[in-house]
């Protein structure tokens, strides 16, 4: 008998991994705080738990991919939590974008009930999510993620052991660093194109035939010139994550200026009410400081 999985947290992600877990055959059992988020999984055959304590009894294997800390303390150790169900015989598994000092701070508190804990943060928003493609950060004991590949193989397509419990994190915090930045880059370089009477048709033909090319570029391609912006990657948790960068940067003395300013840009996108928009509408937080001149 295959193990049984169980998912805590069903938003953009989580709903699409869990989903690819189901349609694999893989026995799952799932949790959300918004239960009505389960129907369509437990349609498809998921159980459903109806607490996080719940979800840690009855499965073997527990994944939790949530917006940050916070969320996770609470589904873990607040009322009816996951952890009261964590024993020997249990692997924990925290694909959360959280910073690495918390994911430490987890480890040792996880260490006492004898559960085993993989610290594996994902590369890859909700498209790779829903293809099963996204790049798992995985960190911790390399045998158990050997193990664990049956279960990783079905929701990304790589899996890169980055080291002990923590180095996951970090390398999620490194790949997001990129990732805000290159995004603001693209951002401005459009915002600056159009200020100067450049057409973006002309200047994505240019983006496009060399060296600047790449995967990230295209899939932001249709929401830069069309100006719309559906969630893939909130910005309001590209945001989160900066942030989580340079706190992170400071405790490691590493000299983040890039994401000091790159994240300026992201908060000001939340208080313009872009948060739940795609993390590419930072561009209109460019456009919006043209109309402030």
Known sequence: MPPTIGFLGLGIMGSAMAGNLVRAGLPVMVYNRTAEKAAALVAAGARLAH???QLAAETDILIAMVTGPAALDALLWGEQGAAAGFSAAKT????SSVPPRYTLELAAELAPLGVTFIDAPVSGTKKPAEEGKLVILASGDQDRIRELAPVFQVLGHKVVYCGPVGQGSMMK?????LLGVMMTGL????????????EPEAWWEVISAGALHCGLFQMKKEMLLSGDYPANF???????DLKFIIDTAYDCGAPVPAAHAVLQLFRAGVGFRLGDEDFAAVFKVLAHMNSRE
């Open 51 to 53: 607490t996080p304590l």
């Open 187 to 198: 951002a401005e370089s459009l915002n600056f194109a159009q200020k100067n009477g450049l």
């Open 234 to 240: 909130p910005l309001k948790h590209m945001t989160k």
């Open 92 to 95: 924990f598994i925290n694909m």
């Open 173 to 177: 915090m490194a790949i997001n660093l």
